[in-house]
């Protein structure tokens, strides 16, 4: 049995996006010629098969005009493996590296999972892994450390500007050793908010 379908995109962005994503979910028989915007499926197989698969084309359209990207998941062994990496980095940091740049990213037990290609997740890693190997010369706590990373990596600053900003804005006390002011939690979140502002 056949069944034909056509889905018409906004972009050619919205089109390669869907190209990318129907592979992924339809698990029948089918080819797709592309006129354009326009993606022309023909599927094949049993009745119960193709419904399926009509039913999953139209999902896969859906996310691909909304501009969702589907998570991915990625074992951090791999990832940790895959990178050059010059100085350890806590997974969690990755996460919200990730999350600060523009993705979505989670850590799932030993997975992280993201939106991010592999290439940017290792590319991420390296960058953070350098931030690390700079800051063992500064006299900072590791849950500040964790904190300072993010916010160099991400601002792209020296480790004495942003521990001079993060000491004004509160967020990490000025001793013998650079701590965080509160939990590492609320300083998590105060730190999106001032990455978030400029």
């Given at each position: 049995?056949?069944?034909?379908?056509?889905?018409?995109?906004?972009?050619?962005?919205?089109?390669?996006h869907f190209?990318?994503?129907?592979?992924?979910?339809?698990?029948?028989?089918?080819?797709?010629?592309?006129?354009?915007?326009?993606?022309?499926i023909q599927?094949?197989?049993?009745?119960?098969?193709?419904?399926?698969?009509?039913?999953?084309?139209?999902?896969?359209?859906?996310?691909?005009?909304?501009?969702?990207?589907?998570?991915?998941?990625?074992?951090?062994?791999?990832?940790?493996?895959?990178?050059?990496?010059?100085?350890?980095?806590?997974?969690?940091?990755?996460?919200?590296?990730?999350?600060?740049?523009?993705?979505?990213?989670?850590?799932?037990?030993?997975?992280?999972?993201?939106?991010?290609?592999?290439?940017?997740?290792?590319?991420?890693?390296?960058?953070?892994?350098?931030?690390?190997?700079?800051?063992?010369?500064?006299?900072?706590?590791?849950?500040?450390?964790?904190?300072?990373?993010?916010y160099i990596?991400?601002?792209?600053?020296?480790?004495?500007?942003?521990?001079?900003?993060?000491?004004?804005?509160?967020?990490?006390?000025?001793?013998?050793?650079?701590?965080?002011?509160?939990?590492?939690?609320?300083?998590?979140?105060?730190?999106?908010?001032?990455?978030?502002?400029?």
């Open positions: 049995m056949f069944k034909r379908i056509s889905v018409k995109f906004a972009s050619k962005e919205e089109l390669e190209l990318e994503l129907l592979p992924v979910y339809v698990k029948t028989e089918y080819y797709a010629i592309v006129r354009g915007n326009n993606v022309y599927l094949s197989g049993s009745p119960a098969d193709i419904k399926r698969s009509a039913a999953v084309v139209k999902t896969a359209a859906g996310i691909a005009r909304t501009k969702i990207r589907p998570l991915r998941s990625y074992p951090l062994d791999m990832v940790f493996a895959k990178a050059e990496v010059v100085a350890p980095v806590p997974p969690d940091v990755l996460a919200d590296y990730l999350e600060a740049s523009g993705h979505r990213a989670k850590l799932r037990g030993l997975d992280l999972q993201t939106d991010a290609t592999f290439e940017e997740v290792t590319r991420a890693l390296e960058r953070l892994s350098a931030v690390y190997k700079t800051l063992e010369k500064y006299p900072v706590s590791p849950h500040a450390k964790r904190v300072v990373a993010l990596a991400v601002k792209r600053v020296s480790p004495e500007e942003a521990l001079e900003r993060l000491t004004s804005i509160g967020i990490l006390n000025k001793g013998d050793v650079y701590s965080i002011r509160g939990n590492l939690a609320a300083a998590k979140k105060a730190l999106f908010a001032v990455i978030g502002q400029t």
